[in-house]
């Protein structure tokens, strides 16, 4: 059975990129985006990694085995995963060596020291296409609207800003929330030609279309401690043996 237009699962996704394939849509870079005018529809396909590398290693797969390119923002100061730990590494370096795009997910709300916000982020759009050993040549911020307004409009050298990105209409499935209804839909019916999408892998790597946010969430978090817990095992023989963690409300 088909997925529902409306749900949230891997195959929807699926479903959804070979809808908009089959509508003509070319899914490009911030900087390609930037240069073609002419395009009569084209996409450029976000993605924040906010909580889970693994999911978005899935999904990075999933677009790949259809010619899909993505732009893949990563979080150096996540509160969630270690980008530079050995798992998420691998994992990053994957979805790099699979064509897609990286990024710097930048967040905003956090002031190290006086130094300007630009600097910040050149800095740590350098550390991550070094740890990477990537090209990194854009930015998003992470919850922008928490930050001040001259925070937003930081020009930081050589990176191209997704936070209001001319020429597109922006859309994005923030907290499963989709103002514009199924993007299946849309990408069916080409009603919007020129489209910035921001997917959250968190959300679509699923195959429970009824999983709510706070679950995904916690699975999440599993999925993070798991992987954190393999290097663990591998390199500090005090830790033991292998926990099973769990997630539940206080």
């Known amino acids: 059975m088909p997925p529902d237009d409306a749900c949230f699962t891997r195959a929807a996704y699926e479903t959804m990129l070979d809808s908009a394939l089959a509508s003509g849509y070319r899914f490009v870079s911030y900087e390609e985006a930037l240069s073609d ?7 450029v ?7 889970d590398p693994g999911a978005a290693a899935e999904m990075a797969e999933i677009e790949a085995s259809r ?17 530079f730990g ?5 994992l990053l370096r994957r979805i790099a060596g699979l064509g897609h795009w990286v990024g710097l997910h930048y967040d905003l709300a956090f002031k190290p020291d006086d130094a300007p916000v630009k600097h910040w982020i050149e800095t740590e759009a350098k550390t991550l296409a070094v740890m990477l050993g990537v090209e990194v040549r854009c ?15 930081a020009e930081p050298e050589g990176l191209v800003s997704a936070f209001d990105f001319p020429g597109l209409t922006y ?22 030609p020129r489209i910035h999408l921001c997917i959250h892998p968190l959300w679509w790597m699923t195959d429970d279309p009824d999983a709510t946010v706070e679950e995904l969430w916690d699975q999440a978090i599993l999925a993070n401690l798991g992987r954190s817990q393999e290097q663990i095992l591998a390199t500090e023989r005090r830790f033991g043996s292998a926990r099973k963690w769990s997630v539940s409300d206080r």
């Open 37 to 43: 005018s002419t395009s009569e529809r084209l996409c």
């Open 45 to 51: 396909l976000r993605h924040d990694i906010d909580v």
């Open 67 to 83: 010619g899909v390119r993505g732009t893949y923002f990563v979080m150096t100061r996540s509160a969630v995963y270690n980008a």
């Open 86 to 90: 050995r798992a998420n590494q691998t």
């Open 139 to 153: 930015v998003s911020f992470h919850q922008p609207m928490l930050a001040e307004d001259e925070a937003r409009t």
């Open 171 to 192: 859309i994005s499935d923030a907290n499963k929330a989709l103002p514009e209804g199924s993007l299946l839909r849309l990408f069916r019916e080409a009603s919007i």
